[in-house]
């Protein structure tokens, strides 16, 4: 729950904002009304304290009209699209840090019928074309707040050729059970090895209800996926995964149906940029989190940025085990990428 709620004239005139507004004053939340369409007044003292107010606020705006052409997005998903940026969780790596402009508040998009709505021209006739809602955002840990994520699920169910991608760190998936996705949803949880799950990734639902929630979904018709990130070679980190892919087969048997779900599974290694290091340096002057660029190697992107990911031997390494431990115990599953 957030502590301050502020809503932007603009985000008033939207009829989904007034929906998500009702919804937060049945939730008894302390609604601001602001004079004016800009957030001011969140930065604190310190960065620390900066960051402590952005991630307690939640603000209904309306996405602004640079959001309405939409980017691709591999090798996650064909396209990337945004109902929310932002997240009320506090993972120590979280992959925000250093990709969103100024204090990580939580802004929710009031205008989101426009946004699906912008969605049809981006779908190629003759293929399946994937769309993915989580780049900025957990949509499943702001849902209660919202409920535009059953709203994205719902306009994804009447489409033939669209389908929706979404993951989460969190577990509170009831009210996605009974809606009409028809197939046309792909619901993921992002999982972890216990150090790394118990020790930086704050705010969130433990992995155990994670998996929970993943089955629930798979129940209940959705195609579903396991998102493995970020991947990290802790101390006796085979040990470690290997407890975490038992889990996994315990938390999805299906009395032995499992080759009856339609999974995927997404294998993405830690990495980080200068930004992200710097951000995440002064949000968590405390972490534990790895991140000397001497143990790394740099990968350059087209726009000639950079991001420090592991040498070649140690992804060798990583890659080989999760990719025989997975076609091993879940061999109908497909691994959609290791990055
Ligand atoms: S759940 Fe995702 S978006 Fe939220 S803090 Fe963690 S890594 Fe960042």
């Given amino acids: 729950m957030p502590e301050q709620v502020l809503v932007t004239p603009a985000a008033l005139e939207e009829p989904w904002g007034q929906q998500i507004v009702q919804r937060l004053q049945g939730l008894n939340l302390p609604i601001q009304e602001l004079p004016r369409n800009r957030l001011t007044g969140l930065r604190g003292e310190t960065e620390r304290e900066t960051y402590d107010i952005a991630k307690r606020t939640l603000a209904l705006v309306t996405a602004p009209a640079s959001q309405f052409k939409l980017s691709p997005i591999p090798p996650s998903a064909d396209w990337q699209f945004h109902i929310a940026e932002g997240c009320p969780a506090h993972c120590q790596y979280c992959y925000l840090a250093g990709s ?19 969605l049809a021209q981006y779908e190629s006739p003759n293929r399946d074309t994937s769309f993915e809602v989580s780049c900025y955002t957990d949509p499943l840990g702001i849902e209660h707040l919202t409920g535009s994520l059953a709203e994205s699920i719902r306009y994804f169910g009447t489409r033939q050729q669209g389908s929706l991608r979404w993951v989460s760190k969190f577990d509170a998936v009831e009210g996605l059970l009974d809606l009409p996705h028809n197939g046309r949803t792909r619901c993921r949880v992002s999982i972890n090895a216990a150090p790394v799950s118990k020790r930086m990734e704050g705010g969130t639902a433990s992995v155990a209800n994670r998996l929970r929630g993943l089955r629930q979904l798979a129940e209940a018709g959705y195609p579903i996926g396991l998102v493995i990130a970020p991947i990290m070679p802790i101390e006796d980190w085979e040990e470690h995964y290997e407890a975490l892919l038992n889990q996994i087969s315990d938390a999805l048997d299906f009395d032995g149906r499992l080759a009856e779900f339609n999974l995927t599974v997404e294998l993405i290694s830690h990495r980080f940029t200068p930004g992200s290091k710097t951000a995440l340096q002064a949000w968590y002057p405390h972490s534990k989190l790895e991140m000397d660029e001497q143990n790394r190697v740099i990968k350059r992107n087209k726009f000639g940025g950079i991001k420090y990911v592991y040498d070649r031997d140690t992804m060798q390494s990583l890659k080989q085990f999760f990719e025989q431990q997975i076609g091993r115990r879940f061999p109908k599953a497909k691994i959609l990428y290791w990055t």
């Fill in 100 to 118: 969103l402009q100024g204090p990580p508040v939580i802004r929710v998009y009031a205008n989101l019928p426009q946004i699906l709505a912008n």
